[in-house]
């Protein structure tokens, strides 16, 4: 796919560092040139810390970012990450992140998402103990990870972001603390990319998951981003042989031409019995 990015400049919005591991992974692959995009405070379009509520879902705050990377750089192809923090998908225990890299090519008139999920390191705590707060800062990786405090709880407007040092978070425990009517101070990890490594190695993988559907080619029309788009349930049980939840066929899409292809599962014919809504009710 060099072909279609060969020398391509493409614009990236960002003000938070993201183009330090969004360029390696894609101008090596693909011959382009990743440009960061200024211009544009990307925290009005919503913070982590809530003080700006995000309007739309995940991927249209990418979009839209993209697209205004596109009018501020005047480049006919652009890019733009999202990221969203909450329990994860399997027990709904854990701290979870989703980090969505949006490309847009209006040359090919097409659209291809990256996307990487995993553990995220996005904790938070309400206390009035700073013996609390230091074991707290520990366990979320604390310098490296940065921190945002604020007195009384964790709706209080005078917050205190990219705490980067154990003095400078002493004196902002000390300040929240004075501060606050009830004692009590609300810490909680950055989330901003250039602050928490966590979370910039989850955008890294999106790149990379970007590149890979950039690199297979539709065998239709030949664009870039020929990529599974759905994956249909009904693989047999290997007891009953009814049909289960587990897929059973792998459906690929073309983002340009729309061309379409069905294939069956070829690594497993069959799905253990445990997984079985008849041999399990």
């Known amino acids: 796919m060099r072909q279609h990015y060969a020398g391509q400049r493409i614009g990236l919005l960002t003000q938070h560092g ?42 249209e705050a990418a979009r839209r970012k993209a697209r205004i990377g596109m009018a ?16 994860d998908p399997f027990s709904g225990l854990f701290p979870w992140n989703v980090e969505l890299l949006v490309l847009i ?11 990487a999920q995993g553990a995220a390191q996005s904790g938070h705590l309400q206390t009035g103990d700073w013996k609390a707060v230091a074991r707290f800062v520990e366990q979320q990786g604390f310098p490296a990870h940065q921190l945002v405090m604020r007195p009384r709880d964790q709706h209080d407007p005078r917050l205190r972001k990219g705490i980067t040092n154990w003095t400078e978070l002493q004196a902002s425990f000390e300040r929240c603390a004075h501060e606050a009517g009830n004692g009590q101070v609300f810490v909680e990890t950055e989330l901003r990319a ?24 539709c065998p ?7 990529w599974v788009v759905e994956r249909e349930p009904g693989l047999p049980c290997a007891a009953c042989c009814m049909p289960t939840q587990a897929w059973l066929n792998e459906v690929r899409q073309c983002p340009g031409c729309r061309h379409r292809v069905v294939s ?11 997984y079985c809504v008849h041999c399990n009710p």
Do not use: H, W
């Not at 501020?72 to 329990?87: D, H, K, N």
């Not at 239709?220 to 020929?226: F, L, Q, R, T």
């Not at 069956?264 to 445990?274: F, I, V």
């Open 18 to 59: 993201k183009e330090q591991v969004i360029r390696p992974v894609l101008e090596a692959a693909l011959g382009c040139v990743v440009e960061r995009v200024s211009g544009f405070d990307t925290d009005e379009l919503g913070t982590f810390t809530r003080d700006r509520p995000r309007p739309g879902t995940q991927l």
């Open 72 to 87: 501020l750089s005047g480049l006919p192809v652009g890019m733009a990450s999202e990221g969203s923090f909450g329990p």
């Open 105 to 115: 090519d209006d040359r090919l008139g097409i659209e291809v998402l990256g996307v």
């Open 194 to 217: 250039f602050a928490n490594p966590t979370r910039m190695r989850r955008i890294a993988e999106a790149a990379d998951d970007l590149r890979q559907r950039l690199q297979s080619p």
């Open 220 to 226: 239709a029309c030949d664009a870039p981003g020929y």
């Open 264 to 274: 069956a599962r070829t690594d497993r014919g069959s799905c253990d019995p445990q």
